[in-house]
T-cell receptor, first 116, second 115 residues
Framework: DAGVIQSPRHEVTEMGQEVTLRCKPISGHNSLFWYRQTMMRGLELLIYFNNNVPIDDSGMPEDRFSAKMPNASFSTLKIQPSEPRDSAVYFC??????????????FGQGTRLTVV | QQQVKQSPQSLIVQKGGIPIINCAYENTAFDYFPWYQQFPGKGPALLIAIRPDVSEKKEGRFTISFNKSAKQFSLHIMDSQPGDSATYFCAATRNYGGATNKLIFGTGTLLAVQP
């Protein structure tokens, strides 16, 4: 398996522009997580999905952020409009809820977003 | 109640030393405590994990010690090597019961092992 695949790896955009980050989870996994990593705040969970349904979006910083999971093999995180303080590395992770136990969460390589 | 506190923020040891990273949690509902290792430019990867029904778990040179009554757990790296230099994150979650639950991460420890 290729693991969790994120694109793009790097994104530089101007303030006010829309940014879309993409994630392909591991095939067969039914849970997907979006994290943001900064030096100041560490790894923050933004939102997670179970069977394509958003379960907890309490970590989404504000209405400028939105996430979708139209099917089991694809998710997007959108920022509109983007601001310099959104600059961070965004990680997608997936896992499998299997019976009564979850597998470990596997992380993608991340998207480094810079908003200038 | 959802926080996981991690210390130290950074750590420098000599090759062969035993770095120790500590974490504390508050939510007694947590039942799974993984440690993740992250190299620059990469995503975090699971290193080792423990459930609260045991006090210690070893995998190779990595050991987790768990103190349920104190709600603390720690990572020990025996015979540390320069290749162990990375950022280490502790985490906690509810992993059992059939429901997805979110990983709550500590703030990370940047470890440097000097040759």
């Amino acid at each position: 398996d290729a693991g969790v695949i994120q694109s793009p790896r790097h994104e530089v955009t101007e303030m006010g522009q829309e940014v879309t980050l993409r994630c392909k989870p591991i095939s067969g996994h039914n849970s997907l997580f979006w994290y943001r990593q900064t030096m100041m705040r560490g790894l923050e969970l933004l939102i997670y999905f179970n069977n394509n349904v958003p379960i907890d979006d309490s970590g989404m910083p504000e209405d400028r952020f939105s996430a979708k999971m139209p099917n089991a093999s694809f998710s997007t995180l959108k920022i509109q409009p983007s601001e310099p303080r959104d600059s961070a590395v965004y990680f997608c992770a997936s896992s499998l809820v299997q019976g009564w136990k979850n597998t470990e969460a596997f992380f993608g390589q991340g998207t480094r977003l810079t908003v200038v | 109640q959802q926080q996981v506190k991690q210390s130290p923020q950074s750590l420098i040891v000599q090759k062969g030393g035993i770095p120790i990273i500590n974490c504390a949690y508050e939510n007694t509902a947590f039942d799974y405590f993984p440690w993740y290792q992250q190299f620059p430019g990469k995503g975090p990867a699971l290193l080792i994990a423990i459930r609260p029904d045991v006090s210690e778990k070893k995998e190779g040179r990595f050991t987790i010690s768990f103190n349920k009554s104190a709600k603390q757990f720690s990572l020990h790296i025996m015979d540390s090597q320069p290749g162990d230099s990375a950022t280490y994150f502790c985490a906690a979650t509810r992993n059992y019961g059939g429901a997805t639950n979110k990983l709550i991460f500590g703030t990370g420890t940047l470890l440097a092992v000097q040759p």
